[in-house]
């Protein structure tokens, strides 16, 4: 079901739908609605960590698919923070406003049937001269039923808060939800050659992939005892044919940080590395030799000049 509240151009002044067709599409959403589930869905592969911890993307990272008639260049942005005022949130909604700016198509993903004041507070930042597509993501959560009761009311009130193109619901987990969402954004992409080679997934490297997969295994094993105010810092990567050897720190705030993720007789970080050295080698189609070490340095998230440092915005 898709529902547009602004009919596209008529077809006399609608560029040919046979031409290719290449450009931006920024997600964007409050934190922990799916926007990393769903960038890697239409990828069709793992670029972009998910865990059920919020606010888990820091860095704005780009994911390509590219078909016969178009290219599609997806910008996964961090959530928008509301909540604290701390130098890494800060540096968290450059990543999104600025990314806003510069695109040709923005995703505002929002939960199936759910709308609250962080939702509200994002939406206040979409564009007003760049066409936006509401995604009502998580619709697998809501019953047969409760699709009818809730979705109707649901965007019909959305539809009269933002001026959206469509109103997509779907499910980032459903196949056939995704390949009828590129069929939504193709039109909207404007004419113009591929700006990636055909078998590129993303313009980030090797080395950053391999600390976003540490960072989301770090989240997974200490579930909600650890702040997310921890990263991964890759201090040597090296690549010897299909071997990568991969030396990393995790870097945390506090002592009582380090024991949880070292956890009873190291049994939590040998967890962790394991299924993060597991994740390296199915992505970079290679065998991964993985060490990792834990680094306590207070007050790391609330220092500009640091967080430039270990690479945020």
Not at 191 to 200: I, K, Q, S, T, V
Not at 300 to 308: Q, V, Y
């Amino acid at each position: 079901m898709t529902e547009s509240n602004d009919p596209r151009q008529d077809a006399a002044d609608t560029p040919s739908a046979a031409a290719f067709r290449c450009g931006t599409v920024a997600i964007v959403g409050r934190p922990n609605v799916g926007k990393s589930t769903l960038v890697n869905a239409l990828v069709g592969q793992k670029i972009s960590i998910t865990s059920r911890k919020a606010q888990t993307t820091r860095h704005r990272i780009v994911g390509i698919q590219t078909t016969d008639d178009a290219q599609y260049v997806f910008v996964d942005t961090p959530g928008f923070q509301t909540r604290h005022a701390s130098a890494l949130n800060r540096s968290l909604n450059r990543a999104v406003t600025s990314t806003l700016s510069s695109v040709d198509l923005v995703l505002f993903v929002v939960e199936a049937g759910y709308f609250g004041a962080d939702d509200e507070k994002v939406l206040s930042l979409l564009p007003r001269n760049t066409p936006v597509l509401m995604i009502a993501n998580k619709l697998d959560r809501l019953s047969g039923d409760q699709r009818i009761e809730v979705m109707m009311p649901f965007l019909e009130k959305m539809g009269q808060l933002f001026p959206f193109r469509e109103v997509v619901p779907m499910s980032a987990k459903t196949h056939d939800h995704i390949e009828r969402l590129f069929a939504v954004i193709r039109p909207y992409l404007p004419e113009g050659e591929p700006m990636y080679d055909a078998d590129a997934m993303t313009d980030r490297s090797e080395r950053f992939l391999a600390s976003e997969i540490i960072r989301e295994k770090v989240f997974r094993w200490t579930g909600d005892e650890l702040p997310y105010t921890s990263t991964v810092i890759i201090d040597k990567f090296e690549t010897e044919g299909r071997l990568r050897r991969v030396f990393a720190t995790i870097l945390v705030e506090r002592d009582s940080h380090k024991a949880m993720i070292i956890g009873n007789k190291g049994s939590k970080l040998k967890q962790i590395s394991t299924e993060a050295r597991i994740d390296m080698e199915k992505l970079f189609d290679g065998k991964v030799y993985l060490e990792m070490w834990i680094k306590v340095k207070s007050g790391w998230a609330d220092n500009e000049a640091g967080l430039r440092a270990y690479g945020y915005e």
